[in-house]
């Protein structure tokens, strides 16, 4: 008889194939290997794995609000800039805007609009929607241009 015995040879009295004494775990060298390495590896890669996907998964919430909170000060801008707009021109645009563009990625969003005689400006401040738990993520945008006039006819 070999090293190892043949499954025959491992029958119990009746005829019934008894377990081993030796480890399952065992290479072909005879060294034991690192049965439970795997499990305890990925207790801890796993959850990393998964904070960096919920972590670029919030990158893009933010871009996404950024973009949302740049097209809400260009077309305010646009209103309270246009000869004959106001501030409240301007604040139904940002609330029209807001109302297209959805408000899921850009929450709490506050739009300041003021106006002078040569210079209209705006500035939208909101947070991005939060994929991770606690992570709150300021979005700012600005515009600023000046007001249209229309010339005096002579």
Do not use: K, N, Y
């Not at 690192?34 to 904070?51: I, K, S």
């Amino acid at each position: 008889m070999g090293p190892h015995p043949r499954p025959a040879d491992r029958r119990g009295p009746q005829g019934f194939a008894r377990r081993s004494a030796r480890p399952l775990a065992v290479a072909s060298g005879g060294e034991q290997r690192d049965g439970g390495a795997t499990t305890v590896e990925m207790v801890f890669v796993l959850p990393l794995l998964f904070t960096v996907v919920l972590l670029l998964a919030q990158v893009t919430v933010w871009a996404h609000a950024r973009h949302v909170a740049q097209a809400t000060a260009a077309r305010t801008l646009a209103a309270a800039r246009a000869d004959g707009g106001s501030v409240a021109a301007g604040q139904a645009a940002a609330s029209s805007t807001l109302d297209q563009l959805g408000r899921g990625s850009l929450t709490h969003p506050r739009v300041t609009i003021t106006r002078g005689a040569d210079q209209a400006r705006v500035h939208v401040h909101g947070t991005a929607a939060s994929v991770l738990f606690g992570l709150h993520v300021g979005v700012d945008a600005d515009a600023a241009g000046p007001v249209e006039h229309r010339p005096v006819a002579p």
